[in-house]
């Protein structure tokens, strides 16, 4: 069985600009979970999607949003990129909403804002 | 909200040596426990996930125990090997319906 890919894996953005990111989940899975992972702050959550609706949401601005497909596939999109940004992106699927099942993890994109 | 954490940040010891890594977190109301793996730039690789109702978990050389009440986890480590260095994280699931991660701990098994 196919892991959780991410898509693309490296990024690098300007300031002000918009990136869209992708995770395919592990096939069956209906939950997309998103973290942000910076050497500081370590990992936090900042949504998830289940059976394409938003089931929780992190602390995290309106500039990050997301969204999920019939086939459970989902983006993630951060408008107006800021130098704080820069940060790796990990996708994580689950056969249950809420953290219930075990997640299993993407390789994650790595995005670079200058 | 839930606090995770982790001691000790950072561990080095000799390959052969058996090693505990500790997690605690401060709202004993989980649902479970999971313990991953990361390696440096890479994703996080599931290890062992624990169930409310479990007191432990095993696999091959890892041991992973459980006491909720006194918010406790600790993964034990057996016959630690070079390729056992990683940072390793600890993330509860509790009743805000999301995974909270611990900071980690980078461990390195010196040959």
């Known amino acids: 069985k196919a892991g959780v890919t991410q898509t693309p894996r490296y990024l690098i953005k300007t300031r002000g600009q918009q990136v869209t990111l992708s995770c395919s989940p592990i096939s069956g899975h209906r939950s997309v979970s998103w973290y942000q992972q910076t050497p500081g702050q370590g990992l936090q959550f900042l949504f998830e999607?289940?059976?394409?609706?938003?089931?929780n949401k992190g602390n995290f601005p309106g500039r990050f949003s997301g969204r999920q497909f019939s086939n459970s596939r989902s983006e993630m999109n951060v408008s107006t990129l800021e130098l704080g940004d820069s940060a790796l992106y990990l996708c994580?699927?689950?056969?249950?909403?809420?953290?219930?099942?075990?997640?299993?993890f993407g390789p994650g994109t790595r995005l670079t804002v200058t | 909200k839930q606090e995770v954490t982790q001691i000790p940040a950072a561990l080095s010891v000799p390959e052969g040596e058996n090693l505990v890594l500790n997690c605690s977190f401060t709202?004993?109301?989980?649902?479970?426990l999971q313990w991953f793996r990361q390696d440096p730039g890479k994703g996080l690789t599931s290890l062992l996930l624990?169930?409310?109702?479990?007191r432990e978990q095993t696999s091959g050389r890892l041991n992973a125990s459980l006491d909720k009440s006194s918010g406790r986890s600790t993964l034990y480590i057996a016959a630690s090997q070079p390729g056992d260095s990683a940072t390793y994280l600890c993330a509860v699931q509790g009743t805000g319906n999301q995974f909270y991660f611990g900071t980690g701990t980078s461990l390195t098994v010196i040959p």
């Open positions: 709202d004993s109301a989980i649902y479970n």
């Open positions: 994580a699927s689950s056969l249950l909403s809420g953290g219930m099942g075990e997640q299993y």
């Open positions: 999607y289940f059976s394409e609706t938003q089931r």
């Open positions: 624990i169930q409310s109702s479990q």
